[in-house]
């Protein structure tokens, strides 16, 4: 067993990435740019309504700046109570731009099944187009969730949701309450998520540069989420059916502080107990164990998501034999007996850069899975690491055309 291997997964740095790899991730003009500080960020959510929004895209920075603070109550034309953050001005000034039950009904056809894209722990996904023409997502919470999502502690997290903006996250629009009913809408995202991708359920093979920008992406995105929001968000449940893809496979991470506001017990054999919220498989063993979370939770959680791109396989194969049953077990088990290429995905080429790329993507991996905290890296340094690797790989893909 190489010694250097065996210490790559204890912790730390490898010397081979950390010196060559540069630390400019954030401007990286190839992937999706650091956004907004806080301060602007603190527009942004002025402009977002609960219970009845304007998509953020038609706000001006003058509509930002009218509705900062401005709280009011008004009764819906559905007859429920809505509280919205916006100026009575500049709402009532673009009448056509919010939008309510009644066009949310009405654009899914009262949640028409030809409308479903997806179904998880919160609720029904329903893809649907609003009158000014901005197709949205939209989540129907389960009826059973409404006792865990009571008014102001949900609509309070999603407000702070709303606040975050980034090319890399699904936006937050807004949430609407409306008699037993509780509806999300958000940012669509058009090529279905990474894990359908993975399985090829969407008919093409993901090559490895696709896979390098997606894991570049979802590292730029959960940095921003922990290094410039304030507070610092943590995701809680990155796994690969919340990172969706655009249509040039260009990753969005979704669902970010959202596992607070999932149910607790019966959303499936992913969820766990009361205390730890995420997913069977994902879960930071540390987290598991002192009920601790911390930024590096996600970390963790993001290495099972790099094995998961490396491989293919999900994290859990209960239909594998035994001793591949948990797949970071079985990769690290690969790798420290130096046969890490047995690992790579049978969908893809096995090439030197395709090599290259598994070996120093797994490296980091097992970094990001070091059992305690304290020995894993930030998400920024995985950024920056995987920002070196895409470069090297590109250069390398090149020099053998
Ligand atoms: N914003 C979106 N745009 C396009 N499709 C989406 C969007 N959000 C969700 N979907 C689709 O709906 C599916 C279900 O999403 P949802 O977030 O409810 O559950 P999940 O993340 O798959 O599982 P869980 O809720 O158990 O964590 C996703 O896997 C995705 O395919």
Redesign the pocket.
């Known amino acids: 067993m190489p010694a250097r291997r065996r210490h790559s997964y204890g912790g730390g740095s490898s010397p081979a990435t950390a010196s060559s790899y540069s630390t400019n991730t954030l401007t990286d003009r190839s992937s999706p740019p650091a956004t907004d500080k806080p301060s602007s960020v603190a527009r942004w959510i002025s402009g977002i309504f609960i219970n009845c929004f304007t998509p953020p895209d038609s706000l001006s920075s003058k509509d930002f700046e009218d509705s900062e603070h401005n709280i009011r109550s008004r009764r819906s034309s559905t007859g429920s109570v809505q509280s919205h953050y916006g100026n009575a001005n500049e709402t009532d000034k673009n009448p056509n731009q919010r939008f309510s039950f009644d066009e949310i009904y009405n654009a899914t056809k009262n949640f028409s099944p030809s409308f479903r ?7 029904t ?1 329903y ?1 649907a187009k609003l009158r000014d023409g901005t197709t949205v ?1 939209i ?1 129907r919470a389960k009826k059973s969730l409404h006792d865990d999502c009571q008014g102001s502690e949900f609509m309070s997290e999603i407000q702070t949701l709303a606040q975050v903006t980034h090319l890399s996250l ?1 936006k937050y629009y807004g949430f609407l309450v409306h008699n037993d009913e509780k509806i999300l809408i ?5 090529n ?2 990474l ?2 991708h993975l399985d090829c359920k969407e008919g093409k093979i993901l090559d490895m540069a696709t896979r390098l920008d997606i894991a570049t992406d979802v590292a730029h995105a959960i940095t921003y989420l922990h290094m410039y929001t304030q507070p610092p968000i943590i995701h809680r ?1 990155i ?1 690969s ?2 990172i ?1 893809l655009t249509e040039n496979f260009r990753a969005k991470v ?2 970010f502080g959202f596992a607070r506001l ?1 149910p607790d017990s019966e ?2 054999a ?2 766990v107990s009361t205390q730890v919220k995420g ?1 069977a498989g994902y879960l930071d063993p540390e987290y598991l164990t002192t009920y601790q979370l911390t930024e590096k939770s996600d970390v963790y959680s993001f290495g099972v998501l790099l094995v998961e791109l490396l491989t293919g396989r999900r994290p859990i194969e209960l239909n594998r034999e035994q001793k591949e049953r948990i797949t970071i077990r079985w990769a690290i088990k690969k790798f420290t007996n130096g046969d890490t290429i047995s690992i790579l995905d049978p969908k893809l080429e096995r090439s030197p850069a395709n090599n290259l790329a598994l070996e120093k993507v797994l490296e980091l991996a097992l970094q990001c899975l070091a059992p305690h905290r304290g020995s894993r890296p930030s998400m920024k340094k995985c950024s920056e690491i995987l920002w070196g690797i895409r470069k090297d790989y590109r250069e390398l893909l090149n020099t053998s055309l």
Request: glycine share 18%; hydrophobic share 30%; proline share 0%.
């Open positions: 894209i997806g179904q998880g722990g919160f609720g996904v893809k997502a989540k699904v958000v940012e669509y995202v058009a279905g998520n894990r359908d449940d796994k059916s919340n969706l979704a669902d999932a959303s499936g992913t969820h997913t």
